[in-house]
């Protein structure tokens, strides 16, 4: 027995394993040495020496905590057990020291008695709220019916000790109140004013809890009784004799249901349209998976088209007849590049073709075909109008057909 | 659109009646889908009234019972009794079993197949129960608790709750069940009494 009486050793023992604390606390009871022992946060002597301060203890391979640690853990949070014993040891505590004082009046009996009094206060508190929370729990989680009952009427009796408790710290303050008024502690009258307010409250607590511990208990009766009747019903069906021993043909006959009556789902049938439209093909998909109909699942999706495709389109268009343009303006002479592009009849076909559709083209020839190209760098100007009125300039290079070989040149 | 203005009906009323219309409940205690927000809204007295009031327009009445809800017709005579008597049969059956199992099962429990099935092949009377359901398709023991619960939450009595652990939720919709096999009265006494059953649940 090494555990440590030092407060400090003891805090900074668990602060320093504190992963593995906090782990063996969370599942407590299911976790194994080799387990804990593959963490990273533990190696094998640590934990020896973690045992060695009894720490944690090993069972039959299984690691668990300290009581002691378990309980101080479960007792801030308040969680586990209830375990109303514990107010009969303060209320004996606090009638030794009520006996105290009476004999001998010293300011430290004082002192214990109003401690004992908070201690039972809080205590109470806590224990009702594990109460309740344990009742809930057992109602809503264990499994077994047996013993979820067995459990339920555990709690039902905790319960009883509770309220004894109460009323036993109650008389305990009645009596005592002569000797209170004799101290005249102020703090000590508060203790006890807010004591008897919690113990009022308390008790509506333990009431509450009452009924609800009831109704559980009824319902899981309940539950057992009809469970009993569908087994004596089953070896009536066994027996062949259901329809003539019971009203089940009556009973069932009265059921409304719409499950049970065939009553069919009204049904809203699906636009055409909708089924067209993206969000219906991926409702036909749905259905094609469910009922196998590879027809329809192989119909993919297509890929999105993007946002400018019908741009691409014109772009090809005019790029197949670009070489031809540029053929043809350099077997003329008369125009310029860019006033060969301004006035060219472009056919039909191609539509309208603006303003700066022949710009860019001419920016494009002149970068394409350079080398067929002969630039003049000089600026000529062209003028148009914008809309009403406005009148723009606009300066350009002069781009004439290349006559004889010259040298290359780059686009200014 | 405008319907639900004018009656000031909740905004879950399209969800609530995709569910019930389709003959499913709408339990207190289920999880998926929003089963338990549905519930509330229902369960708001402003709201039921509402709800009633227009779904009787159509025929249609809540019914409620004890944390659930479910839709019945109105004005339609309830049909296929012959069905329904199977059903109901099949049923008995299993809540004969789920009664029959160490750990009952009641409304809330949480059970994996697995655990049914291991018990029944542990347990002769428990396995025999088992396969005198009448079900199709089911060879092993295991693939015949899994049929069962499937069919148990098509109707909306069990809930599936993790598809990876297999875990299966009691809804509160089952004690419709309960209470249908409790209002079935056994006309005469006889040498199947209520004592030699009582020995039955209790193992």
Redesign the interface.
């Known amino acids: 027995m090494s555990l440590q009486v030092n407060v400090k050793d003891l805090l900074s023992n668990l602060y320093h394993n504190r992963g593995v604390v906090e782990t063996l606390f969370g599942q407590r009871d299911q976790i194994t040495v080799n387990e804990l022992l593959s963490r990273e946060d533990i190696s094998e002597d640590q934990y020896r020496k973690l045992v060695s301060l009894d720490i944690l203890y090993e069972y039959e391979n299984i690691v668990s905590l300290n009581d002691a640690v378990v309980a101080m853990f479960e007792d801030f949070m308040e969680i586990g057990e209830v375990t109303p014993g514990f107010i009969n040891d303060y209320i004996n505590e606090l009638k030794r020291y009520i006996n105290f004082y009476q004999d001998a009046r010293e300011i430290r009996f004082l002192r214990s008695i109003k401690k004992f009094l908070k201690r039972i206060n809080s205590t109470l508190t806590r224990e009702i709220i594990k109460l309740q929370k344990n009742v809930d729990d057992t109602y809503k989680n264990e499994s077994n019916y047996r013993i979820k009952l067995q459990k339920l009427e555990d709690y039902r009796e905790k319960r009883d000790s509770i309220i004894q408790f109460i009323k036993k710290t109650s008389e305990v303050i009645d009596e005592s109140r002569a000797m209170f008024n004799l101290t005249n502690d102020s703090e000590l009258f508060g203790i006890v004013a807010a004591l008897r307010i919690s113990l009022i409250e308390n008790l509506d607590f333990l009431i509450e809890i009452q009924t609800d511990i009831t109704d559980f208990i009824n319902k899981i009766q309940f539950q057992l009784d009809v469970y009993k009747k569908a087994q004596q019903l089953k070896e009536i069906k066994d027996h062949g004799a259901l329809h003539f021993k019971t009203n089940f043909r009556e009973i069932v006959s009265g059921i409304n249901t719409l499950k049970h009556n065939g009553h069919k789902t009204p049904k809203t049938k699906i636009p055409i349209d909708f089924l067209y439209s993206d969000d219906g093909h991926i409702l036909c998909k749905r259905v094609a998976e469910k009922y196998k109909i590879t027809r329809l699942m192989v119909r993919g999706l297509a890929d999105k088209m993007p946002g400018n495709f019908k741009d691409k389109g014109l772009e090809q268009q005019i790029k197949l007849d670009t070489e031809k343009l540029v053929e043809r303006f350099l077997t003329q002479t008369k125009a310029n590049l860019f006033e060969y592009l301004i006035d060219y009849k472009f056919p039909k076909a191609i539509g309208t073709v603006t303003f700066e559709d022949r710009l860019s083209l001419f920016v494009e020839i002149a970068m394409e075909y350079q080398n067929q190209l002969d630039f003049k760098y000089r600026l000529q100007y062209y003028d148009y109008t914008l809309g009403d009125d406005v009148k723009k300039r606009l300066g350009y290079t002069l781009i004439l057909p290349m006559k004889e070989k010259s040298k290359k040149q780059k686009v200014n | 659109m405008e319907d639900t203005i004018n009656f000031n009906l909740p905004k879950q009323t399209h969800d609530i009646f995709a569910v019930?219309?389709?003959?499913?409940f709408i339990s207190s205690n289920g999880s998926k889908d929003g089963m338990n927000r549905l519930y509330d809204v229902i369960n708001n007295p402003e709201n039921f009234d509402r709800l009633q009031a227009y779904f009787n327009v159509i025929r249609y009445n809540i019914?409620r019972g004890n944390n659930f809800f479910?839709?019945?017709?109105l004005g339609?005579p309830?049909?296929?009794?012959e069905?329904?008597?199977e059903?109901?049969?099949r049923y008995?059956?299993i809540?004969?079993l789920?009664?029959?199992m160490?750990?009952?099962i009641?409304?809330?429990?949480?059970?994996r197949p697995g655990e049914i099935s291991e018990e029944c092949n542990a347990n002769v009377r428990l396995k025999q129960k088992l396969q005198k359901i009448p079900l199709y398709r089911s060879e092993t023991l295991h693939n015949k608790v899994r049929e069962i619960c499937d069919l148990m939450s098509r109707?909306s009595f069990l809930e599936l709750e993790d598809e990876k652990s297999e875990s299966y939720k009691v809804l509160d919709s089952y004690s419709?069940l309960?209470d249908?096999?409790?209002?079935?009265?056994?006309?005469?006494d006889?040498s199947?009494g209520?004592d030699d059953?009582?020995g039955?649940?209790?193992n």
């Open positions: 019930m219309a389709r003959g499913n019914e479910y839709f019945s017709k339609e309830n049909s296929e009794l069905k329904k008597l059903r109901f049969e008995i059956d809540i004969d789920f009664a029959s160490d750990n009952k009641g409304i809330g429990s949480r059970f109707d419709y309960l249908i096999i409790n209002s079935v009265a056994i006309y005469e006889n199947l209520g059953t009582q039955l649940v209790y």
